[in-house]
């Protein structure tokens, strides 16, 4: 049986970074080219009425989906050794390839019917993968998450219906004249708003981190390149909609928001897999921010590297918790970096990364897109936002190596500890190569006609000035020891509304029921147990036991009854015959 699940899961492997490797070559040939292909396959055809299945294929899906798949294939990989002991991991293979399945339809479509069958898909089985783990607060994950990606999959649903107006559901050929109608705009704010579901951009936040019940192995696919990248890779195809518009600045100013609220959460976190998922969310704030002034390419560019870092940093994160026997909580670590060498490199190269750390992955984007923002013409409130969130980002990195890397281990024993298995360490090692030459590769083939960004001295330093100034406040906060007291519960109300997301998942949560359920309490009392009650049920059944008791006193004193009833005719009868006399 063990031999089957391992085929099994090496099957999958070596089709998926096959197909991977083939589309990466296929997608450098479309870029070079400049080519683009539609593909159309007509399922029906009656009279003058034809049903018509397109597929997209250009440089950017091809190069997409050749990440995708070969993240996924490097997860499954892994899942082989982390959910080895899990009696139903073929279940948990064939979900995840239906995920990525998923992923690849919304990639190739420029048809929003078929855009929709892939976005529910992703949406049905993340619900599938997040309630893996069958216990009261996987469910409760589960539920959050799919009602609140509900919400964009109405709004998408509704711009389907309003493009009945058009002769096509193939928004692509209606996106240049997207900004010269005012129903082309509706169509295109509902489908921000479910980009934003997506994405979890605020309001919609508070699913992301929730949705951390799932497997490891799963967060490592879903916050890398699948389903919350899934909002941004749609604005993408849709960038023509924020250039120069309202929908544009509103969510510049959102996704601003998004990426602050996010990084001053993870200072205050301590569960492992929640810090890396919000750095996760202050990310696709990034992307979206980028993408809403106007350059798409980057926003792309960034989503790219990002994945390969990300995926690297919840891998790590996996083989950590792992061998601390399930615990998340940085507090009970510390000194891993003696006892698991390799984990804890890959984890520090993927951490780097994530700051922008020169030359790794994520500097060539994050930079690059700094750099341009100061270029561009946005007030000092969205600046400020950039700025600062991106020190917030290596203050919270800073403080996760603290905690976890440096220090005495604060658990039972050191014994349990090591770079055990090949499997999740090939995954890893992989993923480490691609986290370090993935962003100057990709920089080479995207932008093979490069500009020069000539900025004056201080701006340019800015970038490494607000990296520098957040590490060493990461490091200092982090080093209890400097302040004696702990700062965060002297501020509790402070810490619990910066920690706590700005209290969203309360307001996703209670905050939409509990008023539901007070007007249905209410209505109850009111109605069901009120005077509906009081002159419906209770009313005929009132009635209807009087009616019963007083045949019942007819049944009981029948003899009585009946003589009194005879003699009262025997009278009604005389006097009827007095009468006629």
């Given at each position: ?45 009656l ?11 250009d ?9 995708v ?65 069958q ?10 998450t ?65 949705a ?96 390969l ?11 950590i ?5 399930n ?36 500097f ?21 936002l ?108 402070l ?87």
């Amino acid at each position: 049986m063990v031999n089957n699940l391992v085929n099994y899961c090496k099957n999958s492997f070596y089709i998926l970074i096959f197909i991977s490797i083939s589309l990466f070559f296929f997608s450098l040939k479309f870029l070079f080219n400049d080519l683009i292909y539609f593909i159309e396959w007509e399922i029906v055809s009656l009279h003058s009425m034809s049903i018509v299945m397109t597929f997209l294929f250009d440089w950017m899906s091809l190069m997409f989906m050749s990440f995708v798949l070969l993240i996924s294939s490097l997860v499954i990989f892994y899942s082989n050794q982390y959910m080895a002991e899990d009696f139903n991991v073929n279940r948990f293979i064939l979900l995840v390839l239906m995920f990525v399945m998923s992923m690849m339809m919304l990639i190739i479509s420029p048809n929003l019917i078929s855009i929709l069958l892939g976005w529910d898909g992703l949406g049905l089985v993340s619900y599938c993968l997040v309630i893996y783990f069958q216990n009261v607060k996987s469910y409760n994950a589960g539920m959050l998450t799919a009602l609140s990606n509900r919400i964009g999959d109405v709004a998408l649903l509704l711009a389907i219906a309003w493009m009945l107006n058009y002769g096509s559901w193939n928004y692509i050929f209606y996106l240049d004249m997207m900004n010269k109608s005012f129903e082309m705009m509706i169509i295109g704010s509902l489908v921000m708003l479910a980009a934003m579901t997506k994405s979890a951009q605020i309001p919609f936040s508070s699913w992301l981190p929730a949705a951390m019940a799932a497997p490891t192995p799963v967060s490592a696919l879903v916050h890398s390149s699948t389903l919350v990248t899934a909002g941004v890779y749609l604005l993408i195809r849709f960038n023509i909609l924020l250039v120069n518009s309202f929908m544009g600045q509103f969510l510049l100013l959102i996704s601003g928001l998004t990426m602050f609220m996010a990084g001053l959460g993870a200072n205050f976190e301590f569960d492992l897999k929640k810090i890396i998922a919000l750095s996760t969310l202050s990310q696709l704030g990034l992307m979206m921010s980028i993408l809403s002034i106007g350059f798409y390419k980057l926003a792309f560019f960034h989503l790219l590297t990002h994945a390969l870092f990300k995926a690297l940093l919840f891998m790590c994160a996996g083989v950590i918790i792992h061998n601390t026997k399930n615990a998340q909580d940085i507090r009970f670590m510390g000194s891993l970096s003696m006892s698991m060498p390799l984990t804890c490199s890959c984890f520090n190269i993927a951490n780097l990364a994530l700051c922008g750390m020169p030359f790794l992955a994520g500097f060539y984007s994050k930079d690059l897109i700094l750099e341009v923002v100061m270029l561009s013409y946005i007030n000092f409130f969205s600046f400020f936002l950039f700025f600062f969130s991106t020190g917030l980002t290596v203050c919270y990195s800073f403080r996760l190596v603290y905690y976890s890397m440096t220090g005495d281990f604060n658990m039972t024993s050191l014994n349990m500890l090591n770079d055990k298995g090949w499997t999740m360490s090939f995954s890893i090692f992989f993923l480490m190569v691609m986290a370090i030459i993935g962003g100057s590769m990709l920089n080479w083939l995207m932008f093979f006609n490069p500009d020069m960004i000539c900025l004056p001295f201080d701006m340019k330093m800015l970038t490494l000035i607000v990296c520098i100034l957040g590490g060493v406040s990461g490091y200092l906060m982090s080093n209890i020891s400097l302040f004696f007291y702990n700062k965060s519960l002297m501020n509790y109300g402070l810490s619990s509304f910066a920690g706590g997301m700005w209290f969203m998942p309360v307001i996703s949560t209670l905050g939409v029921i509990k008023f539901s359920m007070n007007l249905g309490l209410y209505s109850y009392k009111s109605f069901d147990q009120g005077w509906s009650e009081f002159f419906g049920g209770q009313m005929l059944y009132n009635q209807l036991k009087n009616y019963s008791l007083y045949i019942q006193e007819f049944q009981n004193n029948n003899l009585k009854i009946y003589l009194l009833s005879y003699l009262l005719w025997v009278i009604v009868l005389v006097l009827m015959s007095m009468f006629l006399i």
